[in-house]
């Protein structure tokens, strides 16, 4: 008898663990009035505080939605995002890039906003071309454009003078760069011309087009990195190294270039629009550093990627997150960005930008949308980055001559092209 | 496998099961109901165990046969997996460089030995401060341990260079030259698991009766002879523990690799990445990198059966040097 009283509790027991742990899965679905929080996932801490301004002057108008900003470290973004997508907790609203887009949207992860655009009756026109294109997968629009940055040369005015050397000004070339990449270096203090950092966007993409070449043909079929101008385009920064002009790999993986630029260990340094609220608060740079345009090879070229907000395809809330979309994609929303971010992508809002970074030459980053190239892409992005990174690799390190890289590259690539 | 650190010696000693008699099955059939609490009081812990461990484990192993999309769903490919396994570079040169970290990392246990042997004279003064220092790196949190370590061994502007720097040696970049990255690494390895590895040993040497000492001292026995007689042996069951942990944390690095190596992207551009990446660092890379997730499961179960392989042998040679009692 005892024995079936304590089977029965130790049933009764179990029963009750089972339903707790059960109550602890379930939500609230969302409805229309209700009190909703929304997810905004971002990478970039520099622009934490004025997406919290954003998110602050949207609730304002919309009490009843309140945003939660969540960085997440850029190295670690799309790893996370994608771990919270496979397991269904996707952040509601957050940051896209031209490089992932496509997968983002031919997986269904992120919700079409064409329809809504059009009964919104939004204008896409305010926003540059090549951000929208870049945005629309198969004719729908998946994003409203953010911001959008273009490359230029940092350069540290300090070491330039200690070495006697004219400023980057607009219009010098690949052969201007090397004689004061020759001038700037100097080994006895630890300085370098600059850091042959292996990344494409700032780097090396930007001398590929400058030499002519291209890293993916127009149709997004095609690897370019076999055609031999997009060889001179890679030699260009594998040379500089090989002349101990830039730090080799083994420094730049303990130190990382933006850190040895900011402790004037780099008379320049090949960065971003973005990088204006970097340098306008960090003490050393922020006197000492300023912006002049990218040397022009066989012909000039930058670099023009921008970022856009997009709706995740399984939020709860799905229109207070367009909601909020349509108001970051809003002129107001921009003209609170430039202020303390990077360029807004509204057409028009861009002198709030170049007022509120003044100690700069920001003028070069808008100057250079004249020349810009849209940012390489194709469906599946990541999988040819990543054999740019294992290849390039080693022509940085000189284990293997730049042309035999750059064609197995070239190999590697088109397979991956094939399977897309 | 957790290590929980409360290592006392008889912790030590019903670590390593003793053999089950046949006879104890029968008696059980008797206590039914006392099995039936039994049972209900472990049931938390092993419903833990099975929905957190076990399970996973299961899943891991049917994942290994299919092949994942890029926001999860996936497919039935059988031993596609294995196949390219059995043929990838990277995976081979991951367990070489995992077997290199665990035979090195073995190099700690005498060292842990030694050091316990110090702390374990009955006269030395501020033991007590000793043993703390020692045991700190344990409580320190790994990535933090890997992110202090990675500011040392910087090339330019690192502790360690600027102390060479001084006697007129330029060090290398320790954790970025394919040379000295993989031993700079185990250096650190070594260095965080000494303080835990000692505080088994001390437990063990403690709990060795006095008397054997003074019977061997009376019997003209130096301190050598006594370390080698008596403590060593008495020592083995601990000896072996340490040893088996040792073995399947090393087999299972990856925080120091992940803080101190990069991951992603910076550590591709690492150009010594290939000589420090461990099999469960490639895992990660696999499974949440290039999101290639069936292929990561496929490394997991091979490491399993690597570490359970390696693990049988050490249960079977111990009985060659481990002595209980």
Same mark, same amino acid.
């Given at each position: 008898?005892?024995?079936?009283?304590?089977?029965?509790?130790?049933?009764?027991?179990?029963?009750?663990?089972?339903?707790?742990?059960?109550?602890?899965?379930?939500?609230?679905?969302?409805?229309?009035?209700?009190?909703?929080?929304?997810?905004?996932?971002?990478?970039?801490?520099?622009?934490?505080?004025?997406?919290?301004?954003?998110?602050?002057?949207?609730?304002?108008?919309?009490?009843? *939605?309140?945003?939660?900003?969540?960085?997440?470290?850029?190295?670690?973004?799309?790893?996370?995002?994608?771990?919270?997508?496979?397991?269904?907790?996707?952040?509601?609203? &957050?940051?896209?890039?031209?490089?992932?887009?496509? %997968?983002?949207?031919?997986?269904?992860?992120?919700?079409?906003?064409?329809?809504?655009?059009?009964?919104? !009756?939004?204008?896409?026109?305010?926003?540059?071309?090549?951000?929208?294109?870049?945005?629309?997968?198969?004719?729908?629009?998946?994003?409203?454009?953010?911001?959008?940055?273009?490359?230029?040369?940092?350069?540290?005015?300090?070491?330039?003078?200690?070495?006697?050397?004219?400023?980057?000004?607009? +219009?010098?070339?690949?052969?201007?760069?090397?004689?004061?990449?020759?001038?700037?270096?100097?080994?006895?203090?630890?300085?370098?011309?600059?850091?042959?950092?292996?990344?494409?966007?700032?780097?090396?993409?930007?001398?590929?087009?400058?030499?002519?070449?291209?890293?993916? #043909?127009?149709?997004?079929?095609?690897?370019?990195?076999?055609?031999?101008?997009?060889?001179?385009?890679?030699?260009?920064?594998?040379?500089?190294?090989?002349?101990?002009?830039?730090?080799?790999?083994?420094?730049?993986?303990?130190?990382?270039? @933006?850190?040895?630029?900011?402790?004037?260990?780099?008379?320049?340094?090949?960065?971003?629009?973005?990088?204006?609220?970097?340098?306008?608060?960090?003490?050393?740079? !922020?006197?000492?550093?300023?912006?002049?345009?990218?040397?022009?090879?066989?012909?000039?070229?930058? *670099?023009?990627?921008?970022?856009?907000?997009?709706?995740?395809?399984?939020?709860?809330?799905?229109?207070?997150?367009?909601?909020?979309?349509?108001?970051?994609?809003?002129?107001?929303?921009?003209?609170?960005?430039?202020? !303390? +971010?990077?360029?807004?992508?509204?057409?028009?809002?861009?002198?709030?930008?170049?007022?509120?970074?003044?100690?700069? !030459?920001?003028?070069?980053?808008?100057?250079?949308?004249?020349?810009?190239?849209?940012?390489?892409? #194709?469906?599946?992005?990541?999988?040819?980055?990543?054999?740019?990174?294992?290849?390039?690799?080693?022509?940085?390190?000189?284990?293997?001559?730049?042309?035999?890289?750059?064609?197995?590259?070239?190999?590697?690539?088109?397979?991956?092209?094939?399977?897309? | 496998?957790?290590?929980?650190?409360?290592?006392?010696?008889?912790?030590?000693?019903?670590?390593?099961?003793?053999?089950?008699?046949?006879?104890?099955?029968?008696?059980?059939?008797?206590?039914?109901?006392?099995?039936?609490?039994?049972?209900?009081?472990?049931?938390?812990? +092993?419903?833990?165990?099975?929905?957190?461990?076990?399970?996973?484990?299961?899943?891991?192993?049917?994942? #290994?046969?299919?092949?994942?999309?890029?926001?999860?769903?996936?497919?039935?490919?059988?031993?596609?997996?294995?196949?390219?396994?059995?043929?990838?570079?990277?995976?081979?040169?991951?367990?070489?460089?995992?077997?290199?970290?665990?035979?090195?990392? %073995?190099?700690?246990?005498?060292?842990?030995?030694?050091?316990?042997?110090?702390?374990?004279?009955?006269?030395?003064?501020?033991?007590?401060?000793?043993?703390?220092?020692?045991?700190?790196?344990?409580?320190?949190?790994?990535?933090?341990?890997?992110?202090?370590?990675?500011?040392?061994?910087?090339?330019? &502007?690192?502790?360690?260079?600027?102390?060479?720097?001084?006697?007129?040696?330029?060090?290398?970049?320790?954790?970025?030259?394919?040379?000295?990255?993989?031993?700079?690494?185990?250096?650190?390895?070594?260095?965080?698991?000494?303080?835990?590895?000692?505080?088994?040993?001390?437990?063990?040497?403690?709990?060795?009766?006095?008397?054997?000492?003074?019977?061997? #001292?009376?019997?003209?026995?130096?301190?050598?002879?006594?370390?080698?007689?008596?403590?060593?042996?008495? %020592?083995?069951?601990?000896?072996? &523990?340490?040893?088996? @942990?040792?073995?399947?944390?090393?087999?299972?690095?990856?925080?120091?690799?992940?803080?101190?190596?990069?991951?992603?992207?910076?550590?591709?551009?690492?150009?010594?990445?290939?000589?420090?990446?461990?099999?469960?660092?490639?895992?990660?890379?696999?499974?949440?990198?290039?999101?290639?997730?069936?292929?990561?499961?496929?490394?997991?179960?091979?490491?399993?059966?690597?570490?359970?392989?390696?693990?049988?042998?050490? &249960?079977?040679?111990?009985?060659?040097?481990?002595?209980?009692?």
């Amino acid at each position: 008898m005892w024995k079936a009283v304590r089977v029965g509790a130790a049933a009764v027991l179990a029963a009750a663990l089972a339903v707790t742990a059960a109550g602890c899965g379930s939500e609230e679905p969302a409805a229309g009035d209700e009190k909703v929080t929304l997810s905004y996932a971002v990478w970039d801490k520099n622009q934490v505080p004025v997406m919290e301004e954003l998110a602050a002057a949207f609730t304002k108008d919309h009490p009843n *939605i309140t945003i939660n900003v969540q960085l997440t470290p850029w190295a670690d973004y799309w790893t996370k995002l994608r771990a919270a997508v496979t397991g269904g907790a996707a952040p509601d609203v &957050f940051w896209m890039n031209g490089p992932n887009i496509q %997968l983002y949207a031919d997986n269904g992860v992120i919700m079409p906003l064409a329809d809504k655009v059009a009964e919104a !009756k939004l204008d896409l026109g305010v926003y540059p071309k090549a951000l929208v294109d870049l945005y629309t997968f198969e004719g729908k629009v998946y994003g409203l454009p953010k911001d959008f940055d273009t490359v230029g040369v940092w350069y540290n005015k300090e070491l330039f003078d200690a070495a006697g050397v004219k400023y980057p000004a607009d +219009g010098w070339t690949w052969a201007d760069f090397k004689a004061a990449a020759a001038k700037l270096t100097d080994p006895a203090k630890g300085v370098y011309a600059v850091g042959a950092n292996l990344a494409g966007q700032e780097y090396y993409y930007n001398t590929i087009y400058q030499a002519g070449g291209n890293v993916i #043909s127009a149709d997004g079929k095609k690897s370019g990195f076999d055609d031999p101008a997009t060889i001179e385009g890679l030699r260009f920064w594998t040379d500089l190294i090989k002349n101990k002009q830039s730090p080799d790999l083994k420094t730049m993986t303990d130190t990382a270039p @933006l850190q040895l630029f900011e402790s004037g260990k780099l008379a320049m340094y090949w960065g971003g629009s973005w990088n204006v609220a970097e340098f306008g608060k960090n003490e050393y740079t !922020k006197t000492r550093v300023d912006a002049a345009p990218l040397p022009a090879g066989v012909k000039q070229a930058t *670099i023009i990627h921008g970022l856009a907000n997009v709706v995740s395809a399984k939020t709860k809330a799905p229109a207070q997150a367009w909601e909020f979309v349509k108001f970051l994609g809003s002129k107001p929303a921009a003209e609170i960005l430039g202020k !303390k +971010g990077p360029i807004p992508a509204y057409t028009g809002t861009q002198d709030a930008w170049l007022a509120a970074n003044s100690q700069f !030459k920001g003028k070069v980053f808008l100057d250079a949308v004249a020349y810009a190239v849209p940012y390489p892409v #194709s469906r599946n992005t990541a999988a040819w980055n990543d054999e740019e990174f294992k290849q390039l690799t080693k022509a940085y390190t000189g284990e293997v001559a730049v042309e035999a890289a750059a064609k197995e590259l070239a190999t590697q690539m088109n397979a991956l092209l094939a399977k897309e | 496998m957790t290590a929980t650190v409360t290592g006392t010696a008889d912790d030590v000693r019903t670590a390593v099961p003793a053999p089950v008699p046949a006879r104890r099955r029968r008696r059980w059939r008797h206590r039914g109901a006392e099995a039936a609490w039994a049972y209900l009081l472990i049931a938390p812990t +092993g419903l833990g165990l099975a929905v957190f461990y076990l399970w996973p484990v299961v899943q891991t192993g049917y994942f #290994s046969f299919t092949e994942w999309g890029p926001f999860g769903g996936h497919e039935w490919v059988g031993l596609d997996n294995y196949r390219t396994l059995a043929a990838d570079d990277e995976v081979l040169t991951a367990l070489r460089n995992t077997v290199t970290y665990t035979v090195l990392g %073995l190099l700690g246990i005498p060292l842990a030995v030694l050091f316990a042997a110090l702390l374990n004279r009955p006269r030395l003064r501020g033991v007590s401060a000793y043993r703390a220092l020692f045991f700190l790196p344990v409580v320190t949190m790994p990535v933090a341990v890997a992110m202090v370590w990675r500011w040392l061994y910087n090339g330019d &502007f690192g502790l360690i260079n600027y102390l060479l720097s001084l006697v007129g040696v330029e060090g290398p970049h320790w954790i970025a030259d394919p040379a000295t990255a993989l031993y700079a690494m185990v250096a650190v390895g070594i260095w965080t698991s000494l303080g835990y590895n000692i505080v088994i040993f001390l437990a063990g040497m403690q709990s060795i009766p006095r008397e054997y000492y003074e019977a061997a #001292s009376i019997d003209g026995a130096g301190a050598l002879a006594q370390f080698r007689r008596i403590t060593l042996p008495l %020592l083995s069951p601990s000896l072996f &523990f340490v040893s088996v @942990l040792s073995v399947i944390g090393s087999l299972q690095l990856f925080d120091l690799v992940y803080v101190m190596g990069g991951s992603g992207q910076a550590a591709r551009a690492n150009p010594a990445f290939p000589r420090i990446q461990t099999v469960v660092h490639l895992f990660y890379d696999k499974a949440f990198y290039t999101n290639d997730r069936g292929y990561a499961a496929a490394i997991v179960m091979a490491l399993l059966v690597l570490i359970v392989i390696l693990t049988a042998i050490q &249960f079977r040679l111990q009985k060659r040097w481990v002595h209980y009692g």
